[in-house]
Protein backbone atom coordinates (compact mmCIF):
# COMPACT_ATOMS: atom_id res chain seq x y z
CA UNK A 1 0.00 0.00 0.00
CA UNK A 2 1.09 3.11 -1.18
CA UNK A 3 1.27 6.16 0.89
CA UNK A 4 -0.01 9.21 -0.48
CA UNK A 5 2.31 12.70 -0.62
CA UNK A 6 2.73 13.83 2.73
CA UNK A 7 5.57 15.02 4.80
CA UNK A 8 6.76 14.29 8.22
CA UNK A 9 4.82 16.48 11.32
CA UNK A 10 6.70 14.96 14.26
CA UNK A 11 10.38 13.78 14.55
CA UNK A 12 11.66 10.45 16.25
CA UNK A 13 13.37 12.97 18.68
CA UNK A 14 11.20 14.60 19.70
CA UNK A 15 8.18 12.03 20.60
CA UNK A 16 10.91 10.48 22.71
CA UNK A 17 10.98 13.99 24.55
CA UNK A 18 7.61 14.75 24.43
CA UNK A 19 6.56 10.98 25.74
CA UNK A 20 9.07 11.05 28.26
CA UNK A 21 8.01 14.84 30.44
CA UNK A 22 4.35 13.08 29.72
CA UNK A 23 5.65 10.18 31.31
CA UNK A 24 7.01 12.17 34.07
CA UNK A 25 3.71 14.76 34.82
CA UNK A 26 1.84 11.93 35.23
CA UNK A 27 4.21 10.13 37.20
CA UNK A 28 3.92 13.08 39.31
CA UNK A 29 0.09 13.00 39.12
CA UNK A 30 -0.69 9.48 40.21
CA UNK A 31 2.37 7.54 41.95
CA UNK A 32 0.32 6.94 45.15
CA UNK A 33 -3.38 6.17 42.63
CA UNK A 34 -2.33 2.38 42.01
CA UNK A 35 -4.27 3.10 38.45
CA UNK A 36 -5.55 0.88 35.42
CA UNK A 37 -3.89 2.21 32.24
CA UNK A 38 -6.33 1.69 29.63
CA UNK A 39 -5.18 1.19 26.76
CA UNK A 40 -7.22 2.45 23.60
CA UNK A 41 -6.61 -0.69 20.79
CA UNK A 42 -5.15 -0.57 18.71
CA UNK A 43 -3.79 3.33 18.03
CA UNK A 44 -2.80 3.76 21.01
CA UNK A 45 -0.35 0.51 21.85
CA UNK A 46 2.79 2.43 20.90
CA UNK A 47 2.64 5.65 22.60
CA UNK A 48 0.80 3.39 25.78
CA UNK A 49 3.96 1.35 25.23
CA UNK A 50 6.64 3.98 25.52
CA UNK A 51 4.59 5.59 28.42
CA UNK A 52 4.27 3.15 31.12
CA UNK A 53 7.82 1.79 30.74
CA UNK A 54 8.47 5.16 31.97
CA UNK A 55 6.54 4.51 34.91
CA UNK A 56 8.26 4.71 38.40
CA UNK A 57 4.78 3.43 40.43
CA UNK A 58 2.46 1.13 40.84
CA UNK A 59 0.05 0.06 37.60
CA UNK A 60 -2.00 -2.31 35.82
CA UNK A 61 -2.65 -2.71 32.46
CA UNK A 62 -5.84 -3.44 30.34
CA UNK A 63 -7.34 -3.04 27.07
CA UNK A 64 -10.35 -1.80 25.21
CA UNK A 65 -10.85 -2.35 21.54
CA UNK A 66 -13.33 0.52 19.98
CA UNK A 67 -14.09 0.99 16.39
CA UNK A 68 -15.33 4.42 14.99
CA UNK A 69 -14.28 4.71 11.48
CA UNK A 70 -14.00 1.62 9.89
CA UNK A 71 -11.29 2.16 6.71
CA UNK A 72 -12.38 5.33 5.71
CA UNK A 73 -9.93 8.60 6.88
CA UNK A 74 -12.78 10.43 8.17
CA UNK A 75 -15.29 9.71 11.22
CA UNK A 76 -18.22 7.35 10.57
CA UNK A 77 -19.98 9.06 14.12
CA UNK A 78 -20.60 5.36 15.13
CA UNK A 79 -18.80 4.13 18.32
CA UNK A 80 -19.08 0.33 19.06
CA UNK A 81 -17.27 -1.92 21.40
CA UNK A 82 -15.40 -4.79 20.26
CA UNK A 83 -13.56 -5.94 23.27
CA UNK A 84 -14.73 -4.63 26.83
CA UNK A 85 -11.86 -4.32 30.17
CA UNK A 86 -11.21 -7.43 31.79
CA UNK A 87 -10.74 -5.67 34.98
CA UNK A 88 -13.42 -3.71 37.55
CA UNK A 89 -12.89 -0.04 37.59
CA UNK A 90 -14.85 1.03 40.39
CA UNK A 91 -13.65 2.70 42.96
CA UNK A 92 -10.27 3.03 41.11
CA UNK A 93 -7.86 6.12 39.74
CA UNK A 94 -8.32 5.50 35.45
CA UNK A 95 -5.89 6.30 33.22
CA UNK A 96 -7.44 6.61 29.64
CA UNK A 97 -4.74 6.17 26.94
CA UNK A 98 -5.48 7.34 23.53
CA UNK A 99 -3.53 8.07 20.15
CA UNK A 100 -5.25 10.99 18.84
CA UNK A 101 -8.73 12.89 19.84
CA UNK A 102 -10.45 14.47 16.99
CA UNK A 103 -14.15 15.14 16.99
CA UNK A 104 -13.83 13.50 20.77
CA UNK A 105 -16.77 11.18 19.75
CA UNK A 106 -14.73 8.42 20.77
CA UNK A 107 -13.14 9.94 24.06
CA UNK A 108 -16.57 10.91 24.98
CA UNK A 109 -18.11 7.62 24.31
CA UNK A 110 -15.77 5.95 26.72
CA UNK A 111 -15.23 8.22 29.18
CA UNK A 112 -19.41 8.05 29.47
CA UNK A 113 -19.39 4.46 29.45
CA UNK A 114 -16.84 4.34 32.25
CA UNK A 115 -18.42 6.75 34.53
CA UNK A 116 -21.20 4.48 34.52
CA UNK A 117 -19.20 2.11 36.70
CA UNK A 118 -18.12 4.82 39.20
CA UNK A 119 -14.12 4.94 39.27
CA UNK A 120 -12.49 7.44 41.64
CA UNK A 121 -11.77 9.04 38.69
CA UNK A 122 -10.93 9.40 34.70
CA UNK A 123 -7.67 10.83 33.68
CA UNK A 124 -6.86 11.20 29.98
CA UNK A 125 -3.62 11.33 28.26
CA UNK A 126 -3.93 11.35 24.61
CA UNK A 127 -0.72 11.99 21.76
CA UNK A 128 -2.34 13.75 19.41
CA UNK A 129 -5.25 16.31 19.39
CA UNK A 130 -6.69 18.01 16.51
CA UNK A 131 -8.19 20.86 18.47
CA UNK A 132 -9.97 22.54 14.75
CA UNK A 133 -12.41 19.63 14.66
CA UNK A 134 -13.16 18.81 18.64
CA UNK A 135 -17.25 18.41 18.76
CA UNK A 136 -17.23 16.80 21.77
CA UNK A 137 -15.42 18.90 24.79
CA UNK A 138 -14.05 16.41 27.72
CA UNK A 139 -11.22 16.67 30.29
CA UNK A 140 -7.76 15.86 28.90
CA UNK A 141 -5.26 16.41 31.77
CA UNK A 142 -1.97 15.08 28.85
CA UNK A 143 -1.69 15.84 25.50
CA UNK A 144 1.69 15.12 24.00
CA UNK A 145 1.21 17.46 20.75
CA UNK A 146 -1.24 19.31 18.59
CA UNK A 147 -1.59 18.47 15.27
CA UNK A 148 -3.39 20.83 12.68
CA UNK A 149 -6.39 19.29 10.45
CA UNK A 150 -4.81 16.37 8.43
CA UNK A 151 -4.89 12.60 8.66
CA UNK A 152 -1.73 11.42 10.28
CA UNK A 153 0.11 8.43 10.57
CA UNK A 154 2.79 6.40 12.23
CA UNK A 155 3.28 6.06 15.99
CA UNK A 156 0.35 3.22 16.47
CA UNK A 157 -1.84 5.81 13.83
CA UNK A 158 -2.50 3.55 10.78
CA UNK A 159 -3.56 4.68 7.03
CA UNK A 160 -5.54 1.77 5.73
CA UNK A 161 -4.60 -0.72 8.42
CA UNK A 162 -0.89 -0.19 7.61
CA UNK A 163 2.45 2.05 8.74
CA UNK A 164 1.70 1.77 12.32
CA UNK A 165 5.08 1.01 13.29
CA UNK A 166 6.70 4.07 11.70
CA UNK A 167 8.80 5.70 14.19
CA UNK A 168 7.50 9.60 13.75
CA UNK A 169 4.69 11.38 12.75
CA UNK A 170 3.73 11.72 9.08
CA UNK A 171 0.80 14.23 7.62
CA UNK A 172 -1.30 12.94 4.47
CA UNK A 173 -2.18 16.12 2.01
CA UNK A 174 -5.72 15.45 0.89
P1 LIG B 1 -12.77 11.02 17.21
O1 LIG B 1 -13.75 10.03 17.79
O2 LIG B 1 -12.11 11.88 18.27
O3 LIG B 1 -13.35 11.82 16.09
O4 LIG B 1 -11.65 10.16 16.53
C1 LIG B 1 -10.79 9.37 17.29
C2 LIG B 1 -10.34 8.14 16.55
O5 LIG B 1 -10.35 8.32 15.13
C3 LIG B 1 -8.91 7.84 16.92
O6 LIG B 1 -8.85 6.93 17.98
C4 LIG B 1 -8.33 7.26 15.65
O7 LIG B 1 -8.51 5.88 15.63
C5 LIG B 1 -9.15 7.87 14.54
N1 LIG B 1 -8.48 9.03 13.93
C6 LIG B 1 -8.85 10.33 14.01
N2 LIG B 1 -8.02 11.13 13.32
C7 LIG B 1 -7.09 10.29 12.79
C8 LIG B 1 -5.94 10.54 11.96
O8 LIG B 1 -5.58 11.65 11.56
N3 LIG B 1 -5.21 9.42 11.62
C9 LIG B 1 -5.55 8.16 12.02
N4 LIG B 1 -4.76 7.15 11.62
N5 LIG B 1 -6.63 7.91 12.79
C10 LIG B 1 -7.39 8.97 13.16
Known amino acids: ?16 QRVAQLAKDISDEMKDENP ?3 VVLKGAFIFASDLVRRFDFPH ?9 YGNATKTTGVAKILKDL ?9 LLVEDIVDTG ?3 NYLYQLFNIRKPKKIEVAVF ?3 MARREYQIPIKFIG ?10 YGLDYKQQYRSLPYIIGIDE
Do not use: A, C, Y
Open 145 to 154: FEVPDNFVVG
Open 86 to 94: DEPIKGRTV
Open 105 to 107: LTL
Open 1 to 16: MELPHHKILISKEKII
Open 60 to 68: QIDFISISS
Open 128 to 130: LSK
Open 36 to 38: LVV
